[in-house]
């Protein structure tokens, strides 16, 4: 290729990590602590952007765990609690606050830009010993019997090739090992779409509440509302395929957000005085899972698995908790490979944990019981405090919510079951929307 250079001597290391996201920085940073040669490949030059600005009172900790809780403080704006605000209900706002959860030493959590968050995990990862490659896209990976060879490209033009003992693919969206092996699936239980900017003037909620995290449900799906500390504020709608493929010809996407947030009344209210001040990004095929976790020398971490829904936050917590799952068991795998199997299954089980607790109730978000549970929460058995700890991200350890939540899903079938020409046309209605993407889909193929 012209102006193409491929470079000879091979490079081996103990880890190469693909991203350098929140999943790749952290994993790398734990293993290079830990004295692994590590690599970090990452396609972007830091800072760049990047959507999913709220955070998790339970990344907090994680946080603490990798040095990095000052300097994320010192780019964040508190998050007390989460709000839910529905038509259905006379577009009452719901207020969970996080102090009010099982445990309650996680009362907060931050909203960042993760152009900032993103650029202080990597850098740590960097200052731990890794080295980073940033704008250089990996373009496949060959393994083979003792580690992988792995194929990347500079934005420069260069080619490179190195070798690695382990693997980590922290790749995000771009899903590389499960795109390369073709096991990544849509997920037909759950498929969304996205549109987003941020705004200036914004009207926020007064006092402590002000960096509060708003999720407006409306006729195609739901808005965040996320405001950050330099004054903007991240507004979203994640809907249903087939509505953001139904775009008329020659209206710009700025128009047709504009047009998207005028469906939701209390939304554009919070909007009224405001400015779009960046330009509106647009994302299909949202929601999708893989067939698998891991290899005998690679692990996915992160969205490179899976990804849901943003509804409840929780990405940037479960890329984090991924990593450090992650980072164990390549630790044992390199280090007693007689236990590497073990090793690697207690990973494949930590993370299915974290979107399968999730899933559950994002699929059951559209349901009329669901969203009257929601907006009428009561703690018998302690289950409001079981679900402040799902939606701070207390899912893992040793937390002792699940009997509760177990409680909460028993109230759900049974006031489900004495509803059930509603449930029945709730369930219809969704089925119809996620057949609808499917058609709109095929019509654009």
């Given at each position: 290729?012209?102006?193409?250079?491929?470079?000879?001597?091979?490079?081996?290391?103990?880890?190469?990590?693909?991203?350098?996201?929140?999943?790749?920085?952290?994993?790398?940073?734990?293993?290079?602590?830990?004295?692994?040669?590590?690599?970090?490949?990452?396609?972007?030059?830091?800072?760049r952007f990047h959507i999913g600005e709220s955070l998790l009172p339970a990344n907090l900790r994680?946080?603490?765990?990798?040095?990095?809780?000052?300097?994320?403080?010192?780019?964040?704006?508190?998050?007390?609690?989460?709000?839910?605000?529905?038509?259905?209900?006379?577009?009452?706002?719901?207020?969970?606050?996080?102090?009010?959860?099982?445990?309650?030493?996680?009362?907060?959590?931050?909203?960042?830009?993760?152009?900032?968050?993103?650029?202080?995990?990597?850098?740590?990862?960097?200052?731990?010993?890794?080295?980073v490659s940033e704008g250089c896209r990996v373009r496949d990976v060959a393994f083979v019997d003792d580690g992988a060879v792995i194929h990347a490209q500079h934005d420069d033009g260069r080619e490179e090739r190195c070798e690695a003992r382990f693997v980590v693919d922290a790749s995000g969206r771009?899903?590389?090992?499960?795109?390369?092996?073709?096991?990544?699936?849509?997920?037909?239980?759950?498929?969304?779409?996205?549109?987003?900017?941020?705004?200036?003037?914004?009207?926020?909620?007064?006092?402590?509440?002000?960096?509060?995290i708003t999720v407006f449900w409306f006729e195609h799906g739901w808005f965040w509302f996320i405001?950050?500390?330099?004054?903007?504020?991240?507004?979203?709608a994640v809907v249903w395929p087939y509505y953001l493929k139904s775009r008329p010809k020659g209206v710009t996407l700025e128009r047709f957000f504009s047009d998207t947030i005028a469906l939701?009344?209390?939304?554009?209210?919070?909007?009224?005085?405001?400015?779009?001040?960046?330009?509106?990004?647009?994302?299909?095929?949202?929601?999708?899972f893989g067939d698998m976790t891991h290899g005998r020398n690679y692990v996915l971490l992160g969205d490179a698995y899976a990804f849901v829904d943003p509804v409840f936050s929780s990405g940037v917590m479960l890329?984090?908790?991924?990593?450090?799952?992650?980072?164990?068991?390549?630790?044992?795998a390199l280090r007693e490979p007689a236990r590497a199997k073990a090793a690697l299954a207690h990973f494949d089980k930590a993370v299915r944990h974290g979107p399968r607790q999730f899933s559950w109730f994002i699929y059951r978000m559209t349901s009329p019981t669901m969203r009257n549970l929601f907006?009428?929460?009561?703690?018998?058995?302690?289950?409001?405090?079981?679900?402040?700890?799902l939606l701070a991200g207390d899912i893992f350890g040793s937390t002792p919510i699940w009997t509760s939540l177990r409680a909460f899903k028993g109230v759900y079938y049974t006031v489900s079951l004495f509803n059930a020409r509603h449930s029945w046309r709730a369930w219809r209605a969704r089925k119809r929307n996620l057949r609808q993407g499917d058609k709109s889909e095929m019509a654009a193929n």
């Open positions: 290729m012209t102006g193409t250079s491929i470079q000879t001597d091979t490079q081996s290391w103990d880890v190469v990590v693909i991203g350098g996201g929140p999943a790749g920085s952290t994993a790398a940073a734990l293993l290079a602590e830990r004295g692994f040669r590590v690599r970090v490949f990452e396609k972007a030059r830091h800072p994680l946080f603490e765990r990798l040095g990095v809780g000052e300097q994320v403080r010192e780019i964040g704006m508190g998050k007390l609690a989460a709000e839910f605000v529905l038509p259905q209900h006379g577009n009452q706002m719901q207020r969970f606050e996080f102090a009010d959860a099982w445990d309650k030493s996680m009362p907060s959590a931050y909203q960042v830009r993760r152009s900032e968050l993103d650029d202080i995990l990597l850098r740590n990862a960097q200052a731990k010993g890794a080295e771009d899903t590389l090992l499960a795109n390369q092996f073709k096991t990544k699936r849509r997920n037909d239980k759950h498929n969304s779409s996205a549109l987003y900017g941020h705004f200036r003037g914004a009207r926020r909620n007064p006092g402590s509440n002000a960096g509060n405001p950050l500390a330099d004054g903007a504020t991240s507004i979203g939701c009344p209390p939304l554009a209210e919070r909007l009224k005085e405001a400015e779009l001040i960046s330009g509106v990004e647009a994302t299909g095929n949202y929601s999708y890329a984090m908790q991924s990593a450090f799952a992650g980072a164990e068991a390549i630790e044992v907006m009428g929460p009561r703690n018998p058995l302690r289950m409001k405090e079981a679900l402040l700890s």
